[in-house]
């Protein structure tokens, strides 16, 4: 998750605000739990040259750790350990209960500031407008669901897939094969916000996937938990611990994956169910075309995948430049992918695109896949190559106990680490092993 745009405006103008006020004149500045907001507050703070000193966060799986470069500590710990003045920043959801924690620690009202972003003015769900909006709401997304099944039998099936990350519907399709012929469904369409989420539907061979608007499939969504299955045979293919609880269960139970959140949350199956995985067109000549053309060296080439959709990553461009040249040191040749405008190949390399459907037989003919955690891991993960992944510790949307490949089961030869808990040479001098040095097909 990436905070939008309209918050990353109140962000940085509370912070230049209360700079010019001279609020943080001599307070060492925190903040207040490792959320999606975080790295933008921490960005408006250098830009007034004020440092970031702790993270503060209620996880015991992040406490410990570090979180944009700077350590993360229980917040009773942190203040048994650490005296002197103190701004605490608050920027969640969670501000309320933030708020009172820490009054309860003995901080006073002048040693925090709150950032008020869109999901924390609760205040707006009180109001009777609010609630009227929120019929509305319900009673479009009814309507919409009856125009969309209109020409459907009557033991059709909407399956949602609320969210547009790539893996989400990944892990989705894997299982839904399984879930149908328990449940005995054979009309069914899946329904997606996003062309990568068509796109990957179609790797499994699914027929029926119908492209609608995000207002439209959240409108289907509300309406289902109002009226619910009695009226509209819709199945969402989401891990409802996160919608209702505002939470993730494997925050609190770090052995649980993202792969058994599917598995079990999302679909109730059991562990012994047979997962289905796409099916590689094995005749395609695209990746050796695409290598000629690209002047790649077959089975001797590095493909670095530096962007995911969920979050910006604190690995820098500096650092990828510098695998880039180690790898081209040792006679590999290196492509970024990259697509659109906002992503950029890694200097000194070739830019490269492939659609999902060829990503299995494209990496096997590179030989090495470098990636940060991103979506497109998963559809490449049963590649026969070498694969390395990175992770970022402090944020969920790459967090290495959730996501693994290997823990997951997508899996057992990627070799992962973990950006902020790994030291930064050490773990550039093993990627490089792990790409040049090991054995494997290259």
Aim: aromatic fraction near 12%; proline fraction near 4%; charge should be negative.
């Amino acid at each position: 998750m990436i905070a939008q745009e309209e918050d990353r405006k109140v962000i940085w103008n509370a912070v230049a605000r209360e700079a010019g006020k001279g609020r943080f004149e001599g307070k060492q500045v925190l903040i207040f739990g490792c959320t999606p907001y975080a790295r933008d507050i921490r960005e408006a703070l250098q830009e007034q040259g004020i440092p970031l000193a702790a993270m503060l966060d209620n996880n015991p799986q992040k406490a410990g750790g570090t979180c944009l470069g700077v350590p993360v500590y229980l917040p009773e710990r942190y203040f048994e350990r650490h005296s002197g003045d103190v701004l605490v920043i608050l920027c969640s959801r969670y501000n309320r209960e933030m708020a009172a924690q820490l009054e309860e620690l003995g901080l006073c009202s002048e040693n925090r500031m709150d950032i008020p972003v869109k999901e924390s003015r609760r205040g707006e769900e009180d109001s009777l407008e609010n609630l009227q909006a929120k019929f509305r709401q319900v009673e479009e997304g009814y309507r919409f669901y009856l125009d969309l099944i209109a020409d459907d039998p009557a033991d059709f099936w909407i399956f949602l897939c609320p969210y547009p990350g790539t893996g989400d519907i990944y892990m989705a399709c894997m299982y839904l094969d399984a879930y149908l012929e328990r449940e005995g469904i054979r009309n069914y369409a899946v329904v997606v916000t996003a062309e990568s989420c068509r796109k990957t539907a179609m790797l499994f061979g699914i027929n029926d996937i119908r492209k609608v608007s995000q207002d439209e499939l959240t409108g289907m969504l509300k309406a289902w938990e109002f009226l619910g299955i009695g009226k509209m045979r819709i199945k969402p293919l989401l891990y409802w611990g996160w919608r209702t609880k505002r939470c993730l269960y494997a925050d609190e139970h770090p052995q649980i994956t993202f792969n058994e959140m599917f598995l079990y949350d999302v679909f109730d199956l059991t562990p012994e169910v047979r997962r289905k995985r796409i099916t590689v067109d094995r005749e395609s000549r695209y990746a050796q075309e695409l290598f000629e053309e690209l002047e790649l060296k077959p089975h001797r080439t590095v493909i670095m995948a530096p962007y995911a959709g969920s979050f910006v990553s604190e690995m820098g461009m500096e650092v990828w430049e510098e695998l880039a040249a180690a790898f081209q040191k040792h006679g590999w040749s290196v492509a970024s992918n990259c697509n659109g405008d906002k992503e950029k190949p890694v200097p000194g390399t070739t830019p490269i695109w492939f659609p999902y459907q060829e990503a299995v037989q494209v990496l096997e003919y590179a030989g090495a896949f470098l990636a940060l955690r991103s979506g497109l891991c998963d559809i490449i993960s049963q590649a026969q190559c070498k694969k390395v992944i990175i992770y970022e510790s402090g944020f969920n949307a790459a967090r290495y106990e959730y996501f693994s490949l290997n823990k997951m089961g997508l899996c057992t030869d990627a070799v992962e680490f973990v950006y902020g808990k790994d030291e930064k040479e050490v773990m550039k001098r093993e990627i490089i092993r792990s790409v040049v040095f090991s054995e494997g097909r290259n």
